[in-house]
């Protein structure tokens, strides 16, 4: 009786709900019941610490920025190939006396017809060296010391220098076979260093042929930097394009390529055929404010400069500085290790990968 009492009771003040919904439904419902109540009897301490915290507001604070430079790599590559390593030296001769072990005998009736001058001449100049090739010494290839075809420590045969001058006597003619009559000596080569090397002249483009050479400028503070200046007018680092019927036009903006031939002008003439290579910068150099001003007054809205170096190359002519519109006092043309030497750790650190080795 008790429990049916009960039963009864619990029927009385449960709230009437619809015998439709199924059990899923009132799990959902007595779950969003039960958050809704504890959310209305939360506890005075939580409630107190959500009125005191306060809301999250954006920061002012001052527009700081950096003032934006373009600058100019100018390069004058390479004139002649790199110098040989003295294994590679050895090895190439090595490679050339192993073609004549390997090679056929060379037909000499083939290309002189016998008794002539030109037969008289190769049979003396063959009785000297005892091999049909110009430049690898004194070296019989069918003889018993055909094998022995490596070079000993410190000898010549292998520099450029020693084949240049083999090859040189090999183009005199002698049209007698005893003692000579008549010869017609070859053109020498200009050498691999010039004039401009042995004076130490930093100004010049002949120097260093087998280097990339790279233009260097000393500013009004004395330190060497690469060609640099502010971007003026509608120069910007951005390319706005728009597409029309006659193709892809700017929106009215120059680019860091146009800045960096403005500048090229304006600090060393117009007397040199230069070509900017790419159109986006390959480096950049940040320099701040407190090593901008140097105890002068700092500008509250400024954080430095950034230059964003552009790569360029020389085709002829030679730079000038008469007249210059950047206040530049003196110039020279630098291989990578003579730049690092006179600009500043701090500038060379930024601007060392920009420049090739050779």
């Known amino acids: 009786m008790k429990a049916k009492g009960r039963r009864m009771i619990s029927q009385i003040y449960r709230p009437s709900l ?17 958050s809704a109540s504890a959310a209305t009897h939360s506890s005075p301490s939580e409630q107190t610490i959500s009125q005191q915290t306060p809301p999250v507001v954006p920061a002012t604070s001052q527009s700081l920025a950096y003032n934006i430079k373009a600058g100019v790599v100018l390069s004058r590559p390479p004139l002649l190939t790199r110098d040989l390593h003295p294994f590679e030296k050895a090895f190439y001769l090595y490679q050339r006396r192993l073609n004549e072990r390997l090679a056929l005998p060379f037909t000499r009736y083939f290309y002189y017809q016998k008794d002539t001058p030109a037969d008289i001449d190769w049979k003396r100049k063959v009785k000297e060296r005892l091999t049909a090739a110009r430049d690898i010494g004194v070296y019989h290839a069918y003889g018993k010391e055909g094998w022995n075809d490596e070079l000993l420590v410190g000898a010549r045969e292998s520099e450029p220098e020693a084949q240049v001058e083999a090859l040189l006597k090999d183009a005199e003619v002698n049209t007698e076979e005893e003692g000579p009559v008549k010869k017609e000596k070859a053109e020498k080569p200009m050498p691999r260093i010039t004039e401009a090397d042995t004076r130490g002249d930093f100004r010049s483009l002949n120097r260093l042929l087998a280097r990339t050479l790279y233009l260097v400028v000393k500013g009004e503070a004395g330190g060497w930097v690469f060609p640099c200046g502010e971007l003026i007018g509608k120069e910007s680092l951005q390319r706005v394009c728009i597409p029309t019927a006659a193709g892809v036009t700017h929106a009215g903006k120059l680019t860091i390529e146009q800045a960096a031939e403005r500048l090229l002008v304006q600090a060393a003439g117009v007397n ?11 480096g950049h150099h940040n320099t701040e404010i407190a090593q901008l001003l140097a105890g002068k007054e700092q500008q509250a809205d400024l954080l430095g400069e950034k230059t964003f170096f552009m790569k360029a190359r020389i085709m002829a002519g030679q730079a000038n500085l008469k007249d210059n519109k950047l206040g530049l006092a003196d110039f020279r043309w630098l291989a990578k290790e003579e730049v690092q030497k006179d600009v500043h750790p701090q500038y060379w650190k930024s601007v060392k990968n920009m420049l090739v080795e050779r």
């Open 18 to 34: 619809d015998s439709s919904i199924c059990k899923s439904c009132l799990l959902a419902l007595n779950r969003s019941y039960a």
């Open 272 to 282: 040199m055929n230069t070509w900017i290579v790419g159109h986006a910068p390959v």
